[in-house]
């Protein structure tokens, strides 16, 4: 038998911020660790989800022991149902804390994949899978059931931090596990695998639990009606704000589906507490006066089709916000989404609201631990290897600097990227071969890859439009049977389209009686000539190139 | 003769950032003061510039006076050529300082409008243009030449700032006019209409003369070849690279070709003092060693075709960047532009370079006053009626607060929106009756509005793709001649695409069938049949609403 070697392969997360996903082997057995998506950006057309390409399991499938989980986001959980829905199997057993796992089991739920083994690992219980000892740490985040993974191997153990920070003071009580932490390091952590997202922060992050005082002190100075947002998985948030608005008297209406299914889910795990009576149905809202209600809204990120786009927007069916109203943004806008969030923000500007965001109070702490946090969880586990994650290059490139500064050697340290296994066995570590990595798009029920010849389609249709043109010609001698039919979408002309469109006429029973005079028969030469001669006029004449269609039917 | 009534009214710029526009009347006669453009959205597909819409302006042509331009940047000098091309006009006269009129002609001159009549003024002078009594008074901002127009009036001046700030050392030594606007603020100002922009932030802005010996300090820091990017225009702050270049014993060269043709410009006038042997042109940058060399560049917004955006990705054809080198953002994102500039940084870090941001230094300044400095400004000037502008509503009403707490009586201040004329007369001031505003587009050659039912098209196109369909029926009795054809574009699905299809044509073969059962003949009803019948079949196989084009040709 040969030596052992450890691979580790991130399939997504490194050199971006979303989609993370890693897969652990070990004697030809594999573990993947998190299945998480991200968000379509505006280039990506009319693509609702982007995953990592997981082409590489697909070979591997029957290697595959297990998917664990580290926490319930999107980031982290969201592929699960697309991903095993591609790689045809159901028997690959899922892996998390409590709240990850109800949230998994919602998700196949929605995909009709309920026959998805779902088990539940509590912190400090220890699970054989294949050649792995599987544990879980607690760690505090922005959702509840954070948790780190270690996969003690006979090279030793592998920790993956999931997302975290070290707050002292969590809603519930409960800090991440430093002892744990430390024991690990004791006893030797051969790779630490670690959150890079807020290694461009200096200090700690606030404390969640100094956000509730803060929206007390924002909702004291309010005299009409408060929404608030904030992320539906924050569960200890939208505890916080119920307290709030019990403290002033007012009651609490959830708005917004996954508002409502999230908190659902939160209490019936006891991470929520909801005196009797403080909640009112949404169908209810308006029997309270303005000072006795806070409104919990989905909608942080301007999303558009959120709660409270819609009633900045003044579109809601339940909520219309007027002059006096407070909105608090108890959330900051994912890159990408400060547009969005900002003309929300305006929006409600001009009806009047009062608008409370981060820049004004600190109603809002991140889940994601600071500088000084990542030097702690370094000092604490002392690994031998370094490998950041969760971060843009920029980001893994601070995270390192941060290891160099607590003393792991430089040759230590691994800046990864996407499809570049980190390969360990007992002579040290170094990146093996690349494998392949990228994107997959979910587009309606389909999924698809980067080079989608759709995209590419849809960036050329939606920059310039697209022509139409129907040829008939007979199949006996190629002349033109039937006045060519020209139509346009997406193209812009105006007065001058009559005349243009009788001119595009003429350019096509021009190519068509140059082709016949040319003996020129097959429909792809024919199509291939109109389709040129076309393009080229147009071009000519509007100086854009829309996509050029050409149709030849025989008759 | 009736009383006079000053009316003025904005058509951009209001509620929004970008486009700056002001019709100002009296008498009938109208000055316009700036002619703004706006940069798309990524939601604008293939659209090139938006303007203010000038509907109001099209019946009121032979009114205008003159157009009056505060200074050269694109929002408020980059639809001159648009508008009056729009407008059929030749002959108006355009009025702004030397830099913006040099600004101005240099656009007339690419749309062949040679012919336009700009004219130079100077502060201090008084020029008579129909009933207004037109003075430019010089303000500091982030080009140099930047003005406010007063306009006196038998009503009392009305006094619009443009972009400015109060910075106490330029670069260039001539600080705002404060005592001329003081002495306005004497004789009695009866509005200000004044920028917004940065309304939300406090203090006063950084001087432009500080981020000189910034950038030396970081400079002396590198060690490879130094990059530097800013908005062209800004040319005391490529003054201020040249300096720091020089003090450091390295050459500098510009990349590229707005910030070839600025610098161009501002060294004709009289702006920038390059010394003799600084400048390297691009071909011989390979001639010197890294640490000799400083290169300006454009891409300080990650523009898609910019300089320094094809450096990031290894794209630029005489600059290869690499490990070590340094890149300094001086400047910061444009709201919008955030992930496109982070997208940039990211590659940067990736290539190894070092990026120095305004995060990390204080390299750039704003060209727009703080709260402190909008307060000085209503000090200065103690108008009568205030009226924020440049600004989104946030920033419109936090102005507004300024006003009130420098003791601008609430009734005084006026919170306005585009296409809202504010009308003056002995009586006082209120708002008239709403005028026609909004954007218009400009696409390739053409202009339209925002209704185009292009857009409306290219958004349906981008998100779904197309089917398109023709069907061939006989002229004698509507049967089908040759079997439909079926063409797809941007339509996403694959392996099943043959079946697909095939069940298309019988969707096809079925309606058509129908109809002729139905006697229906009108090719209109035809094409109306096929699109519900196709629409509703790929929907319930796709969900997915592509737009679906039916053809139907008659031989």
């Known amino acids: 038998m040969s030596a052992p070697k450890l691979r580790l392969l991130p399939l997504g997360g490194l050199g971006e911020i979303g989609k993370n996903m890693t897969v652990v082997e070990l004697e030809d057995r594999i573990v993947v ?25 697909r070979e591997r499938v029957d290697d595959i022991e297990a998917i664990v989980v580290t926490h319930g986001h999107e980031d982290h959980l969201g592929a699960l149902p697309w991903i095993l829905r591609e790689l045809g199997v159901r028997d690959i057993p899922v892996y998390g804390r409590k709240l990850t796992t109800a949230m998994a089991r919602s998700k196949l739920d929605e995909h009709r994949m309920k026959e998805v083994p779902v088990e539940d690992v509590e912190p400090g219980e220890h699970l054989e899978i294949g050649p792995f000892d599987l544990e879980l740490v607690h760690m505090t985040h922005s959702i509840p059931d954070a948790a780190a993974v270690a996969l003690h191997t006979e090279l030793g153990t592998v920790l993956i931090t999931g997302d975290y920070r070290f707050d002292q003071t969590p809603v519930d009580g409960r800090p991440a596990d430093m002892a744990r932490l430390a024991e690990l390091g004791r006893e030797g952590v051969l790779l630490l695998y670690g959150d890079s997202t807020n290694a461009d922060r200096p200090g700690i992050a606030t404390s969640e639990s100094d956000v509730g005082p ?3 002190r924002v909702f004291a100075r309010a005299e009409g009606r408060i929404v608030v947002t904030s992320f539906a998985s924050n569960i200890h948030r939208v505890q916080q704000v119920v307290h709030a608005a019990e403290a002033l008297g007012r009651k609490v209406a959830l708005v917004g589906r996954s508002m409502r299914k999230n908190v659902n889910i939160g209490r019936s795990l006891g991470h929520i507490d909801v ?5 009112v149905q949404p169908r209810e809202m308006n029997d309270f006066p303005d000072h006795k209600l806070v409104i919990i809204s989905t909608g942080s990120q301007g999303e558009p089709l959120s709660a409270l786009r819609r009633m900045a927007y003044r579109d809601h069916p339940q909520v219309q916000l007027h002059d006096g109203d407070t909105v608090v943004f108890s959330a900051t806008p994912i890159p990408g989404n400060e547009r969005a969030v900002n003309d929300t923000i305006d929006r409600l500007y001009q009806i009047g609201c009062g ?6 109070a600190p109603v809002h702490a991140s889940g994601h631990g600071h500088r000084e946090e990542l030097k702690l969880m370094l000092n604490l586990t002392k690994p031998r290897y370094v490998m950041p994650a969760h971060g843009d290059f920029k980001r893994i490139h601070l995270h390192a600097q941060l290891a160099e500064a607590v003393g792991v050697p430089e040759g230590n340290i691994f800046r990864g990227e996407n499809g570049l296994p980190l390969e360990i066995d007992a002579a040290g570590a170094r990146f093996g071969e690349r494998e392949r990595s990228g994107m997959i798009f979910v587009d309606g029920v389909d999924i698809g890859d980067v080079a989608d ?3 590419r389609d849809r960036r050329m249709l939606s920059a310039d439009g697209i022509f139409v043109v129907v040829a008939t010609v007979s199949e006996q001698d190629g002349s033109s049977v039937a006045e060519p039919e020209v139509i346009f979408r997406g193209v812009p002309f105006r007065e001058e389209a009559t005349k243009l469109l009788d001119e595009l006429r003429a350019t096509v029973e021009a190519s068509l009686a140059r082709a016949a005079g040319e003996q020129i028969r097959a429909i792809d030469l024919l199509q291939q000539i109109l389709h040129d001669d076309l393009g080229a006029f147009v071009y000519e004449r509007l100086r854009r190139r829309p996509m050029v269609l050409p149709v030849v039917v025989e008759v």
Do not use: N, Q
């Open 275 to 279: 005196p009797e009576g403080m909640l």
């Open 453 to 455: 010849v759709a995209l």
């Open 33 to 57: 660790v998190d299945v998480g998506l991200r968000f379509p950006t505006a280039d990506m057309m009319g693509i609702d989800l982007v995953l990592p390409d997981f082409a590489y399991l």
């Open 355 to 360: 608008v409370v965001t981060t820049r004004d």
């Open 214 to 216: 803060e929206l007390e």
